[in-house]
């Protein structure tokens, strides 16, 4: 059974870099069929896309946040990461990792997602 | 980017009775959509693809529509288990987007 699982440091202060491991057990990253992916969601709020790796290492990630993120993979390890640069307050939320299924000529939909991990910016 | 609209904001439906969720698009998304139902304390879960397509698992009360910039998701004959905030995410468009989300509550 596939299963993903985050972990990395749940207090980031402000201006440092988050860094996030989602590990990946059930499957393997170099899975032709599939990305994987970063999505958040502030407390009370809603969901907001991060970014995607494919094994060749194709990347995508959403606009907004291009400037300060970077996804990156370890298929030796079975694991991808995220890292989000010059984090402020408002980077406070929910990260979540998933699996990313596509068409030829689609995008993502997400099945399955770990359980999250709640990251804090604050001094 | 496309943006999501989902609608109602929340809605309270008893055991057994139909509840229909909307979710409308800025822009045409094709049938490139999926639904998600989120309970308090838990990560997203597929419920549907390709705006019509039931993920592995998912009961047959769930069912999709729509194409373009209008799809509904019907939950027919509602169960105590169902309730949750659903939400629909387009995946035609770059970047990824999500609607704000429709809160089920049970009756």
């Known amino acids: 059974q596939l299963q993903l699982q985050e972990s990395g440091p749940r207090l980031v202060k402000p201006s440092e870099t988050l860094s996030l491991t989602c590990s990946v057990s059930g499957d393997s990253l170099r899975n032709h069929q599939y990305f994987w992916g970063w999505i958040r969601q502030p407390p009370g709020r809603g969901l907001q896309w991060i970014a995607s790796?494919?094994?060749?290492?194709?990347?995508y990630y959403d606009s907004s946040l291009r400037s300060r993120a970077s996804i990156s993979m370890d298929t030796s390890k079975n694991q991808f990461s995220l890292k989000l640069n010059s984090v402020s307050a408002a980077d406070s939320a929910m990260y979540f990792c998933?699996?990313?299924?596509?068409?030829?000529?689609?995008?993502?939909?997400?099945?399955?997602w770990g359980q999250g991990t709640l990251i804090t910016v604050s001094s | 980017e496309t943006v999501m609209t989902q609608s109602p904001d929340s809605l309270s439906v008893s055991p057994g009775e139909r509840a229909t969720l909307s979710c409308r698009a800025s822009q045409s998304v094709s049938s490139l959509l999926a639904w998600y139902r989120q309970k308090p304390g838990q990560a997203p879960r597929l419920l549907i693809y390709g705006a019509s397509t039931r993920a592995t698992g998912v009961p047959a009360r769930f069912s999709g529509s729509g194409s373009g910039a209008e799809f509904t998701l019907t939950i027919s004959g509602l169960q105590s288990e169902d309730f949750g905030v659903y939400y629909c995410q387009q995946y035609n468009n770059w970047p990824l987007t999500f609607g704000g989300g429709t809160k089920v509550e049970i009756k």
């Open positions: 790796i494919y094994y060749s290492g194709t990347t």
């Open positions: 998933a699996r990313a299924s596509y068409n030829l000529g689609s995008a993502f939909w997400f099945d399955p």
